[in-house]
């Protein structure tokens, strides 16, 4: 039995904890927020309490049925039929089912039929691989045709990633297409799970399970370094002090790798150097009336500078509307230090848009999040540029969000990672 420290307790930190725990071994969780649950941690809005950053549940999302199913709360577990939007030059479209591509007026037919096939067999694929050598642009041109990408696509792109548009993985996007499309009931209905009571009820029964168990979670207490002497793990400095571990799994954003673990060495260090975040400004409004019948609406039209909405209200029920407004930039843009006030303002100019009966009366709330780290830069080739979990250093695992690519961050399968990282450290050198 091993000494674990696990830095982080967003879902793969607590998955992992849970796992060591279970394996017999003495788990200690270092965390710099005030509260556990990362991403999928809740906060009072409003007398509502709602994710930070919204989540939701597919039908392919299978490690959180399994802990759900193994932490008592699988009977939470609710589904909804959703619907998806696009609104294009000033006018909305119904979206995400044939008929409703069929009657889009900005493809041709032939582009409809190109679309359609494409997003068809992406959900009947498997092999990834050959997409990690493609970027998503030239995916989309071959095989949908130059006008789709315009229409459909590089907008979407351009206002998330920026620079690095032309450069990401078709992979990346594929897996997000499969993922979507496989979680319909129909190839006309699209539907979407969610937790009774949101995010919150997984973080909190995998805090209690941990607790249970004999492990314990230290909020506010971030991680300085990881000790290292003779190639493997000896222990971990916080702000307590110094304290002795066998192992240490990190799911801390791998841009904080070179400063905790200074002892990897140049070349252990490169690749963690090598990859790129997109930051994200994240302002959830509550609102009186719903701005419209969908779960999201993609926003192609450039009077606004977002990709698109979340009206999360239309998945989990609120007693209002709820609605996520995600900037993604790189934190370099000098939109990202905008004022709270400015970016509220611009979203409720974009809610006007549309739905032009809603106005600043309607505005109850409003809630700005941010993160400097929020989403990866998956380029072309990306598989190759991801280190082993496993680093040289003995005992010591490094995973976050990009190292489950092609797959997108998501609570599933930060879950399978953190419990594959525990059931590692037997292996490990421990």
Known sequence: MARVAVLGAGAM??????????????VTLFEADTQPGGMAAHFNFDGLSIERFYHFICRSDHATFELCEELGIRDRLRWRDTSMGYFIRGEHHRWGDPLALLKFPHLSLLEKLRFGLTMFLATKRSNWRPLDQESARDWFVRTCGQRAWDTLWEPLFRLKFYEFTDDISAAWIWSRIKRLGTSRRSIFQEQLGYLEGGSEALVTALVNAIDRLGGEIRLSQPAREVLVADGRVTGLESDAGQQPFDAVLSTVPTPLIERLVPDLGDEALRPYREIQNIGVVC??????????????????DDAMEIPGIVEFS??????????????????TNAKFGQSDKAFVDECMSYVRQLNPRIGDADLKAAKVGRLRHAQPVCGVGFAEQIPPIQTPVAGLQIADTCFYYPEDRGISESVRVGREMARAVATSGT
């Not at 930190?13 to 003495?26: D, M, P, R, T, W």
């Not at 239309?314 to 900037?327: E, G, I, M, Q």
Request: hydrophobic content about 45%; aromatic content about 12%; proline content about 12%.
């Open 13 to 26: 930190g607590l998955a992992a904890g849970y796992e060591a725990l279970k394996a017999g071994h003495e």
């Open 283 to 300: 302002v959830v409004l509550k609102l009186a009336q719903p701005v419209s019948p969908h779960f999201w609406i993609n926003i192609c």
């Open 314 to 331: 239309n998945l989990r029920p609120t007693p209002d509307t709820v609605v996520y407004v995600p900037f993604y930039m790189p934190t």
